[in-house]
């Protein structure tokens, strides 16, 4: 099994990069936070998962081992390939995922393309207790209860879960902010 990958990124298209590792190329798809943020001759070092099918080799790729742990995780669920995993992790923040299964807010998982509601509700069935347990050894920004109402706010005037939480995470920490301030923010963000 391909466990990592370190090397210099090749070429870039909508859902992979390709890795070049001592001559040869690796097509590794990543999420597209991941994506955006790269670009040609970056040198890049991913935790890789390698998916066997019958036809088919595909590797998918994620900065931090914490990630992969995730998307390993979603495997998992029952109805969700690695598309739908990698889709999820695409278009919400692992803190995101885990307030919406840690709430009982499968609605926000739902807002994922491809991720209906009842795979949503699946999925927030399987992962509470690993979730909760602590199973996943996750650091990072918290997402408080405040910040799923900003979220599902920014969301109904029509932005993404992934702009919404970028917009979320521009907002200044050493201020306490009403919601309402909270939104104006974020709007202002977006222009």
């Known amino acids: 099994m391909i466990a990592n990958l ?10 992979s990069l390709t890795v070049s590792v001592g001559g040869v190329g690796f097509k590794v798809f990543v999420p597209k936070i991941l994506l955006n943020s790269k670009n040609l001759g970056d040198h890049i070092s991913l935790s ?3 998916v066997v099918r019958e036809n088919e080799l595909s ?19 029952d109805g969700i390939g690695p ?5 999820i992790l695409s278009t919400m923040t692992i803190d995101s995922i885990q307030h919406a299964i840690n709430s009982d807010q499968p609605d926000l998982l739902s807002k994922v393309p ?3 509601k009842k795979t949503a509700q699946k999925i927030q069935l399987y992962l509470k207790d690993k979730v909760a347990k602590g199973n996943l050894s996750i650091t990072g920004m918290a997402f408080s209860e405040h910040d799923a109402d900003l979220l599902a ?7 993404s879960v992934v702009e919404s939480q970028r917009a979320i995470q521009s907002l200044p920490k050493d201020q306490d902010l009403s919601l309402e301030d909270k939104i104006r923010t974020c709007l202002s963000f977006f222009q």
């Open 48 to 50: 890789t998962y390698l």
């Open 6 to 15: 370190s090397g210099e990124i090749l070429f870039i298209d909508d859902s």
């Open 114 to 116: 491809g991720v209906g």
């Open 59 to 77: 590797l998918y790729g994620f900065e931090t081992p914490e990630e992969k742990q995730f998307f390993t995780m979603l495997l998992g669920v």
């Open 83 to 87: 598309k739908v995993a990698l889709s």
């Open 153 to 159: 706010a920014l969301t109904t005037l029509g932005y």
